[in-house]
T-cell receptor, first 113, second 112 residues
Framework: DGGITQSPKYLFRKEGQNVTLSCEQN?????MYWYRQDPGQGLRLIYYSQIVNDFQKGDIAEGYSVSREKKESFPLTVTSAQKNPTAFYLC????????????FGPGTRLTVL | QQQVKQSPQSLIVQKGGISIINCAYE??????FPWYQQFPGKGPALLIA?????SEKKEGRFTISFNKSAKQFSLHIMDSQPGDSATYFC???????????FGKGTRLSVIA
């Protein structure tokens, strides 16, 4: 089955700890994205990558970091510098040279204790 | 600066009725306008999308109406069903491979 997988589904973190969220896709998509969702805020862009080894900051990149070493993978690290990390994190992917249909993963809910 | 404004925040519709959600955008460079449906605890799923060269697109009970001059687009759900109860997001983007800019969402409740 083709799709996007995110793991873990739920994640708990103590304050001051870094944590990495996994995102993998087998759709052969070039572009990948990370969004953060908070109640009543819609989805806000954290980072995106259009090709391997390249990525751009989104609107709320502070306190986050990413890497894109493989086309299939786009992990997101939430660092201790992120002031309010408790949220629902969504990964998406799309083709770069076609319609901009973005497919979303099932999400990871991060809670800081 | 919010580039896509969505209204209403919440909507209650009787079963069989028409649900209407509106969005307005500011950036005239946008050329792709999707609507996503999201159930609690799940990722958003693409419902229907439109490009500005057409004024309307229909897929089953779902229709997008697009007004380029007014920079507005809307989602109409005909014969609304309780299973349509979800949060709906409009979005906009430029060329393929660029991020979507989302509205803040509309929570739809369809009651019997």
């Amino acid at each position: 089955d083709g799709g996007i997988t995110q793991s873990p589904k739920y994640l708990f973190r103590k304050e001051g700890q870094n944590v990495t969220l996994s995102c993998e896709q087998n759709l052969n998509h070039d572009a990948m994205y990370w969004y953060r969702q908070d109640p009543g805020q819609g989805l806000r862009l954290i980072y995106y990558s259009q090709i391997v080894n390249d990525f751009q900051k989104g609107d709320i990149a502070e306190g986050y970091s990413v890497s894109r070493e493989k086309k299939e993978s786009f992990p997101l690290t939430v660092t201790s510098a992120q002031k309010n990390p408790t949220a629902f994190y969504l990964c998406a992917s799309s083709m770069r040279l076609a319609d901009n249909e973005q497919f979303f993963g099932p999400g990871t809910r991060l809670t800081v204790l | 600066q919010q580039q896509v404004k969505q209204s209403p925040q919440s909507l209650i519709v009787q079963k069989g009725g028409i649900s209407i959600i509106n969005c307005a955008y500011e950036n005239t460079a946008f050329d792709y306008f999707p609507w996503y449906q999201q159930f609690p605890g799940k990722g958003p799923a693409l419902l229907i999308a439109i490009r500005p060269d057409v004024s309307e697109k229909k897929e089953g009970r779902f229709t997008i109406s697009f007004n380029k001059s007014a920079k507005q687009f809307s989602l109409h759900i005909m014969d609304s069903q309780p299973g349509d109860s979800a949060t709906y997001f409009c979005a906009a983007s430029m060329r393929a491979g660029t991020p979507l800019v989302f509205g803040k969402g509309t929570r739809l409740s369809v009651i019997a």
